[in-house]
């Protein structure tokens, strides 16, 4: 375990090196940044104009699945994709071998493989939302609430990271994955409204077949003292049932891998 997450730091430290080469340029992606948290909650505040709640959301809990939103996609912007757009190329191009080579596990190596070390200003601002919606709300939450809020957020995060792993594992037999990663992408950015507010289909589809709700909605939830132990105890084992259909899934890619010279 201690060797992995040494070779995590050492990728994360070259990628923030080559990030900061030109400090003019991560400054800017830092202001760029905190611009586009601005644009992100447009539309919430556009929503709200006028109204109290929505689907029996109020404006201030809405900011908090806001809040994770932002969170989860700075990791999928900042590690993730970075990795999966990487990954594409090694096996495009034949580099993958050389992957396969180290004596590491090539998911582990491919999945931390490039950062993009400005995505934590879009992290800081998500726990800057939420500070701020606490604040609206008139009370802090509680420590027990707090707790299961952040487990939930590592099982959003697994969720989401496994959906682009079995992305990764289909580039295997399919090379050109871009729309694929847009369409992704696309669906993703449902989840920064509450999953309630969607129709009846659309909710199970954004609950058992996608999980949007299990990335944002849930963790919400939780941090808001609203979610029952039953349904936070499923989303959990929900995550973990899908990282573990992902890890099975890119290992068969792994064994169909003929490289590009072959």
Not at 86 to 114: C, H, N, T
Not at 203 to 222: D, E, G, N, S
């Amino acid at each position: 375990m201690m060797r992995y997450l040494r070779l995590l730091l050492v990728q994360l430290r070259i990628s923030a090196a080559a990030g900061m080469a030109y400090r003019a340029d991560f400054l800017l992606e830092g202001v760029m940044s905190f611009a586009s948290i601005g644009l992100t909650l447009l539309p919430l505040i556009v929503l709200y104009n006028g109204r109290e709640t929505v689907a029996g959301w109020d404006a201030p809990s809405a900011l908090i699945v806001m809040s994770y939103f932002m969170a989860v996609r700075a990791v999928l912007e900042g590690v993730v994709s970075p990795s999966f757009v990487d990954l594409v190329e090694r096996i495009r191009s034949g580099a993958f071998d050389y992957v396969l080579l180290k004596p590491v596990d090539a998911q582990a190596m491919v999945s931390a493989s490039r950062f993009e070390p400005w995505q934590v200003f879009h992290f800081l601002g998500a726990i800057a939302v939420a500070i701020y919606a606490f604040h609206q709300r008139g009370s802090a939450p509680e420590l027990a609430h707090l707790a299961l809020g952040l487990v939930l957020f590592v099982a959003g995060v697994l969720a989401m990271y496994s959906l682009w792993i079995l992305c990764a594992a289909a580039s295997f037999w399919v090379v050109r994955l871009d729309n694929l990663t847009y369409l992704l992408g696309s669906i993703f950015d449902t989840a920064r409204w509450p999953v309630q507010v969607f129709p009846h289909v659309w909710r199970l589809v954004f609950t058992f077949v996608i999980p949007i709700a299990v990335m944002t909605t849930y963790p919400a939830m939780a941090l808001l003292g609203r979610l029952e132990a039953q349904t936070a105890l499923a989303t959990i084992g929900g995550a973990i049932a899908l990282l573990v259909i992902s890890r099975l899934i890119w290992r068969a890619a792994i064994r169909s891998y003929t490289s590009a010279s072959s």
